[in-house]
């Protein structure tokens, strides 16, 4: 009888396996700004669990998985026109399948102006142009060959500071092997995604991580412009921030979640209630209710002297923002002078803590929410530090640690989101107490 089945197995298995190594994953990706949709101009994909990255261009949108082999080819690699990185630093190589015939590629920013132009006779085949960009932001790179024209989005994180960008041609290139070629993927890897997005005025990133079981369709989410100078930012453990334009300030777009200062020294996890309480003035952190489900949600919560250590929470180059920092944020949304420095809830009348809301996961009513700054405010509660070590108001209040003291006690300048009002609280509280992190850049 056994000898049966182990005759018969291979039969078995070569009717299974075929479809096995045939089957593929296929990850959509979509752009929705303030409920709008939008194109992606890239998503670069890095897998968190094995190894390799690669990105995917507009207008392709379709990360497709083989259980076999890893990312697999498709329509999208062969679009007329390409760029290489996009959004970019400096300067950015511009592929371009050419029918055969004269070449007319033109560079055009956000106005409408032409930055850059060039002409160039090319026989069927690929080529590379690398542009160089004078001034930041969007521009537009068109190409006409044989009465057809192709354009691409290109965001342009810095330039040169002149008026106009350059554009040079490289020459003729070969089938060069994919980017995909050095991405690897195997079932139950975590993958990150980073989307970027950009319209005629601000550009937009956003970070989805992500266990690929089944095919399905991935959204990322924009609300406010980001920072070109900095449209994400890893912290010391790799977890990777969106960021945000608010004013003149680059604020993280959710919270932190870092276990570990900039220098890599470990901030101690306390669990325990009554140890959390003799902590005494040295940086701990913790999930709420010691949920990582929770913590992966709403960011960690950490004491005050966590906040504050020299040795950083924040990435190099962010700090934790000061009560002025603070200020300064709620001044650019719109709050009178008369109330910056008060304490209790301000800016209700303006909605200012509507607009630093998420517009999702808080307990009804969720007043005033609209999240149009993109800060993404979530109700992740807090963690007592005075008398009892224990956590409340998830799901009603939204906390976050300044890094200024208040008054002659030992308590420290917090902000605050709630449920049932579209204002920002400002209240001074004991340092010990467990509140969330935003960082800002320096």
Known sequence: MIMDLLRHLPLALAGILPAALAAQVIITFEGSLQGSPIPLD???????????????????????LDFSTGLQGHAGDAAPIR??????????????ASTGGEVRMSVYDATGRATATLRVEAPAGQYRFRYRSGMPGLHIVSMEQNGQRHSLRMVAMEGTGCVNGTLSHLGAVGTAKSDRSLFTWQPGDALRYIGYASNDTAMFSGVIEHTPVASTTRTFTFFGATCSEAPTVMDADGN???????????W?????????????????????????????????????????????????????????????VCPMGW??????????????????????????????????????????????????????TGFSGLPGGARGGFSEGTFFNLGTHGEWWTSSNYGE??????????????GIGRFGYYKGNGYCIRCLRD
């Not at 921030?241 to 680059?250: D, L, S």
């Not at 308590?411 to 009002?421: G, W, Y």
Request: proline letters at 4%; charged letters at 15%.
């Open 42 to 64: 890239s998503i670069h994909v890095e897998n968190l669990t094995g190894t390799g990255d690669t990105t995917i261009y507009f207008p392709d949108h379709e990360l497709v």
């Open 83 to 96: 760029s290489m990185p996009n959004p970019f630093t400096g300067s950015t190589d511009i592929m371009v």
């Open 240 to 250: 990777v921030y969106p960021v945000v334009r608010i004013g003149e300030q680059c």
């Open 252 to 312: 993280m777009g959710t919270n932190l979640r870092t276990t570990h200062y900039s220098d890599g020294s470990a901030i101690p996890n306390v669990t325990n209630d009554n140890a959390w309480l003799q902590v005494g003035a040295t940086g701990a952190w913790s999930n709420y209710e010691n949920s990582t489900a929770h913590g992966a949600t709403y960011g960690k919560l950490y004491n005050w002297y966590a906040a504050t250590d020299q040795r950083g």
């Open 319 to 372: 700090h934790v923002a000061t009560d002025a920092e603070w200020k300064q944020l709620e001044s650019a949304l719109g709050m009178p002078a008369n109330e910056l420095n008060s304490a209790g809830t301000r800016g209700e009348a303006q909605n200012v803590g509507g607009m630093l809301k998420s517009t999702a996961v808080w307990n009804t009513p969720n007043t005033g929410a609209t999240n149009e």
């Open 409 to 422: 006690f030992n308590f420290a300048v917090r902000r605050q989101l709630r449920h049932s009002n579209g």
